[in-house]
């Protein structure tokens, strides 16, 4: 019995044995194993779909998107040349009311100024005829002065010489005193030059007002302009910026104005130009108002317009180029809303639309071209 189990035992052992060899016998080789790895990652690369787009050269004309503020130039503060009782008041001067230019807004009692033409009128009669009389007694004394003394010369004293001066002199200060009473007469009507809006006023039928007294304030409606502030890369994308073409938009409505002017240093803090925009015509803005702003710049030669779908991580680029993926950094040129100006590159294939993850330079990808 014995040595039947140790029979057994060793019999057991031997296809032990041959089992073991037979498993190692079935392994694959360290040759098989990277082979095998190389030909499993060269399949899941080639099944990597990318779509790209192929952009054309041109020469793109670049936009500044800005915002900017709605200023009237030329605000005023409306005062009267003569001091005086308020005896009218025009319904458009009223605060928010739009006026002519030239047109009455504001009347002062007139009558002391009328009598003051008078005045000057019967000052200037009074003049004019004692011009009259010096020349008469200047004739007078010349015809004396003959009879008497033949042809000797009349003196000045007897023909009256410094009298006739000093009449006509007294002629021209009486119509000058006129003329000074007519124009403070005309100041009791008050207006202002332009085609304005009231921004404020407390002007009121019988209030007395001083001269110089401000009883509110105006402004120019040709005067708005828009006030923009653009960084030193959006400034670098308009140089030179005056004279550049603009769109300013709000609540819907688009105006044209130009860059009439730019700020003659630059801002300490948000080291920000401003730009100052000129309207080609008087528009329904307000002076406060926040406005969108499109400024046309210089043209970029040589150039892509790209979506911005197309850009990675760190600003970079995908592209492909014989089929497999590379990493390209471009020189990006401007912004512009969801789009990205960059300068003319070889891009290959096309450039990659879209993000891309856990994929590295040399990837084997398909290409599918769109059309963007």
Do not use: C
Not at 39 to 67: G, K
Not at 170 to 198: C, H, M, Y
């Amino acid at each position: 019995m014995k040595k039947f189990l140790i029979g057994a035992a060793q019999i057991g052992l031997i296809l032990l044995f041959l089992v073991v060899a037979f498993v190692f016998s079935r392994a694959p080789s360290i040759d098989d194993i990277e082979s095998g790895s190389e030909d499993s990652m060269s399949a899941s690369e080639s099944s990597l779909y990318v779509s790209v787009f192929r952009p054309e050269v041109n020469s793109t004309s670049l936009i500044v998107n800005t915002t900017g503020t709605v200023e009237a130039q030329n605000t005023v503060s409306m005062t009267t040349q003569v001091a005086g009782r308020v005896v009218w008041v025009s319904d458009d001067l009223r605060n928010g009311s739009s006026f002519d230019s030239a047109q009455e807004l504001l009347r002062i009692d007139t009558s002391e100024f009328e009598l003051a033409v008078a005045q000057a009128e019967a000052n200037l009669e009074v003049a004019k005829a004692n011009l009259e009389l010096s020349m008469a007694e200047s004739q007078a004394g010349t015809e004396n002065w003959e009879i008497m003394n033949g042809s000797d010369e009349v003196p000045e004293l007897v023909a009256r010489i410094p009298q006739i001066s000093q009449s006509r002199a007294n002629i021209s200060t009486a119509q000058a005193n006129l003329e000074i009473a007519k124009l403070q007469l005309s100041r009791t009507s008050f207006s202002l030059p332009f085609d304005g809006k009231v921004l404020s006023t407390d002007a009121g039928l019988g209030q007395f007002l001083t001269k110089g007294q401000p009883f509110g304030l105006a402004y120019d409606i040709s005067s708005l302009e828009v006030r923009v502030d653009i960084s030193d890369s959006e400034m670098q994308l308009l140089s030179p910026a005056m004279g550049r073409v603009a769109t300013v938009l709000m609540g819907g409505r688009e105006f044209d104005a130009i860059v009439e002017r730019t700020s003659s240093s630059v801002d300490r803090r948000s080291r920000t130009t401003t730009l100052y925009l000129v309207f080609e015509s008087p528009n329904e803005l307000l002076p406060g108002h926040f406005v969108d702003v499109h400024i046309s710049g210089r043209e970029a030669r040589e150039s892509y317009r790209l979506p911005e779908t197309v850009e990675q991580a760190q600003s970079a680029l995908w592209v492909v180029r014989n089929d497999k993926l590379e990493r390209y950094q471009p020189k990006i040129i401007a912004r512009e809303g969801r789009e990205i100006v960059v300068s003319a590159f070889d891009y290959g294939d096309g450039i990659v639309v879209g993000t891309l993850n856990n994929v590295n330079p040399g990837m084997q990808v398909v290409a599918n071209i769109v059309r963007l």
